[in-house]
């Protein structure tokens, strides 16, 4: 007989306060008091770009003078959509009767009215603040004035360096890492502190989908950590060579993850060597997400180093989520990915429904934290992480990292 019948179950609500992001909810205003990236900074040239974050639906331009604008998408003279604006040398005209908007929302020019009506009215256009870095455009959405540094990690602060250039890329087209897309940000960002999935999903299920030497070898231990800027995971293994690697891996609080290189074959001796990508995860409702990376592409003689790839950028051929390589629903089902199992817990996981063990401590971990900066915004005080003195804003620790160590009898060894 069976013990848990289906029958008469009930499906609780969605844990609102973590995965709802639109204005006013509790994880929407933490996120809201951060520099989120919206768009590469290449796709914004002679035309307007819509785009949607937060369950807010915004309208990026940049002026024939360089400057970046970011406003709500119904022109405030009769709701036309500026993505059918014209860009102009100091703004974006609507198409409808022509009002001409500055980046930062002023209206300055009325052309179907006479003289001196437009400084009289004053019109502002609802605009959000913009910044660009490592190739991307980023949005402040929360209070005015409140706009923090964005802060400069360790891997893609270049002050002071000249072996990396930075690219801002979309390395899963426009996804979230594994061709995530359809789902709550939640879901795909807390896979970040979930190894054990590498060994089920990634390996036993599917075999091996990354093409790593760290896929095989011996049973792994794996440690926890709370750090500085959140949760980390440290991931020690026996190789099949004999070698041995301790894989750092982080999640910087509230959505930026470091994954140390996937693709390690984990042959030669190494200490801590960095990620390459900076990775937000960035909802664009309570059930889509996007993701943009800044990556620190190594130069060679002063160029960047071709064919080289970043460390989370897909080499297999069949990585079901690519749109590019479409697998059939049942080679899906076959060799499942990071979309099939994070899509698979719905389209907003149900933490109530979960029977979480010990193996999802890390998960624990990064919910408890962020409910913390939850408790922390509705205080009114900065959410951890929030960076204001530009003196503590130069190339900030992280944890995300490959090492390999060599057996001292191969003649060569990496320090732990």
């Not at 982080?250 to 290189?261: D, H, K, R, S």
């Amino acid at each position: 007989m069976i013990e848990n019948s289906a029958y008469g179950q009930t499906t609780p609500s969605e844990d609102i306060e973590l995965t709802h992001v639109e204005q006013g909810s509790p994880m929407g205003e933490v996120l809201r008091r951060f520099w989120q990236p919206v768009a590469l900074s290449e796709e914004l040239t002679d035309l307007p770009k819509k785009v949607k974050i937060l369950c807010e639906e915004l309208v990026l331009f940049r002026t024939k003078q360089g400057k970046v604008g970011c406003v709500l998408p119904h022109c405030s003279h009769r709701g036309t959509s500026l993505e059918w604006g014209r860009i102009e040398e100091n703004g974006i005209r609507c198409c409808y009767h022509g009002w001409l908007y500055q980046p930062d929302g002023k209206c300055v020019e009325m052309p179907c009215e006479p003289s001196g009506v437009c400084e009289r009215m004053n019109v502002h256009q609802p605009a959000y603040p913009t910044t660009e870095y490592g190739g991307l455009v980023f949005v402040y959405m929360g209070p005015t004035g409140t706009e923090p540094l964005l802060p400069m990690y360790d891997i893609i602060d270049t002050r002071g360096r000249d072996d990396v250039v930075l690219k801002g890329m979309k390395l899963w087209e426009g996804q979230g890492i594994g061709y995530v897309k359809d789902c709550n940000w939640l879901q795909n960002h807390e896979n970040a502190v979930d190894p054990w999935h590498l060994l089920i999903l990634h390996q036993m299920i599917s075999g091996d989908q990354f093409t790593s030497g760290l896929m095989h070898g011996g049973k792994p231990t794996i440690e926890f950590i709370d750090t500085p800027l959140g949760v980390s995971y440290e991931f020690r293994r026996e190789l099949l060579n004999n070698n041995r690697v301790i894989r750092s891996l982080e999640a910087i609080l509230p959505n930026i993850i470091l994954v140390p290189n996937l693709h390690e074959p984990g042959d030669t001796a190494k200490y801590q060597e960095k990620c390459t990508e900076c990775t937000w995860t960035v909802p664009v409702d309570n059930e889509h997400l996007t993701a943009f990376s800044i990556v620190a592409w190594p130069l060679d003689n002063g160029q960047p180093k071709k064919d080289w790839k970043p460390g989370t950028d897909t080499r297999t051929t069949l990585r079901p989520g690519s749109t590019t390589n479409p697998l059939s629903y049942e080679q899906r089902q076959r060799r499942p990915d990071d979309r099939e199992a994070q899509e698979g817990q719905r389209p907003i996981a149900i933490h109530a429904l979960e029977k979480l063990a010990t193996s999802d401590r890390g998960i624990v971990m990064l919910r408890r934290k962020l409910r913390e900066q939850i408790k922390a915004v509705k205080c009114n005080k900065d959410p951890h992480n929030v960076v204001r003195d530009p003196d503590q804003n130069r190339a900030i620790p992280t944890r995300s990292w490959n090492t390999i160590v060599v057996p001292k009898e191969a003649g060569v060894t990496a320090e732990e």
